[in-house]
């Protein structure tokens, strides 16, 4: 049966609930459509247009999938995006594909300087509030007992003023036009943070998570003194605006970031970290380094849960399990998100193994 308190235990690092809990950022909506057998409607956020009708199925249909599949709690979305037109399509070649990925064009932006920032149309927070509410009080009166809501920003204080800028003219204003660098990210930044307040005092969030690539496999996007900077102060404003309410606050950041983890830890304040690969920053080397001071959640490889044999991913989930669950702290769950192009397969041997091996105290080194 769901329990949020489950969670929570591990979130606020209390010790060993009574199995380990699962965890993901989101999951896509063919996977979604693929576990529930419903139908989900296609909607795009990045034009600022939100068809309601569409919405309420979206959230019927996730708070169904988490229900299922033994989560604790349902991760809602806050409105508030930033609309932008500086996306690229291409057929998604996905088993489940999509109509179209989309992606960011890294190129072009649609705010080139200090006077686009007065011309762009900002959301009005009142009205974000209003929508924020309404979802809220909707979700409340569908979900089911002992399951809470993890409450995701719009995306991050990075990520957004990289995507309103575009990344190339980014990295080049922050050595030309350190002044529309600042305004921008004040203007994120007071959205992001007014939206984590908000979604903080609904009685059924559990948690709030904050979305901010800020690295690759091989680093960090840029130096961790600009992240000081510009990135670190709004991301503290949105931890204190959790905390506020009592509230974990979970980061979602992928890229190898142990240049800049003490800074997130005790300086942004990150109660929990989510994102991870095996290739260059591995969920149990992090387990290892952070796991007395922040939970760690997820972590099962994305390449291993797409393209690795079943008969291997068995043995290799539980290995991470053994590995990252004793002592508390942690949540089972991908490396990133439930992809469309994930095998089916592998990820419901995820769960499965959790469900099988999770069970505190652990079995150590039972065979599969």
């Known amino acids: 049966m769901p329990n949020f308190d489950r969670l929570n235990k591990v979130l606020v690092l209390e010790g060993e609930p009574d199995h380990v809990p699962f965890y993901e950022l989101f999951a896509d909506t063919e996977i979604m459509e693929a576990i529930t057998g419903d139908s989900v409607p296609e909607i795009n956020l990045t034009d ?9 199925t979206y959230v019927r249909v996730t708070v169904k999938f988490y229900k299922k599949l033994g989560y604790d709690y349902v991760p809602i979305f806050i409105p508030g995006f930033l609309p932008r037109n500086n996306v690229l399509f291409a057929d998604d070649t996905a088993e489940r594909a999509s109509a179209k990925r989309r992606w960011q064009d890294e190129n072009r932006g649609i705010i080139k300087t200090v006077e686009d920032i007065d011309q762009y149309q900002w959301p009005d927070p009142n009205k974000v509030q209003e929508s ?43 050595y030309s036009d350190p002044r529309l660098i600042r305004q921008l ?27 901010d690539d800020m690295g690759y496999k091989g680093g960090l996007m840029i130096s961790p003194e600009t992240l000081r900077k510009y990135v670190f102060p709004w991301q503290k404003r949105c931890v204190e605006e959790v905390h506020k309410h009592g509230k974990p606050f979970i980061l979602h950041s ?36 952070y796991g ?13 849960l797409s393209r690795m044999p079943n008969k291997d991913f068995q043995a290799y989930v539980q290995k991470i399990l053994f ?16 992809a469309n192009y994930v095998k089916l397969e592998n990820y419901l041997t995820m769960l499965e193994t959790g469900r099988k091996y999770g069970k505190y105290p652990l079995r150590i080194g039972d065979p599969l």
């Open 48 to 56: 600022g247009k939100v068809n309601i009708d569409a919405v309420v």
């Open 132 to 174: 924020y509410l309404a979802l809220y009080e909707f979700v409340k009166s569908i979900l089911p007992d002992g399951m809470k809501i993890v409450a995701n920003t719009p995306g991050g204080v990075l990520e957004n003023v990289m995507w309103l800028m575009g990344a190339v003219p980014f990295f080049k204003a922050l």
């Open 185 to 211: 990210f004040e203007k994120v930044g007071k959205l992001i943070s007014f939206c984590c307040g908000l979604a903080s005092e609904g009685e059924i969030v559990g948690a709030v998570a904050l979305g």
């Open 254 to 289: 992928c890229g190898d970031l142990k240049a800049i983890m003490d800074d997130l830890i005790d300086y942004v304040g990150i109660d929990a970290k989510h994102s991870y690969e095996d290739s260059s920053y591995p969920v149990i080397e992090y387990k290892k380094r």
């Open 292 to 304: 007395d001071r922040i939970a760690i959640l997820g972590g099962v490889d994305m390449d291993k």
């Open 323 to 338: 590995e990252c669950a004793p002592g508390g702290g942690y949540c089972l769950g991908c490396g990133n998100s439930v």
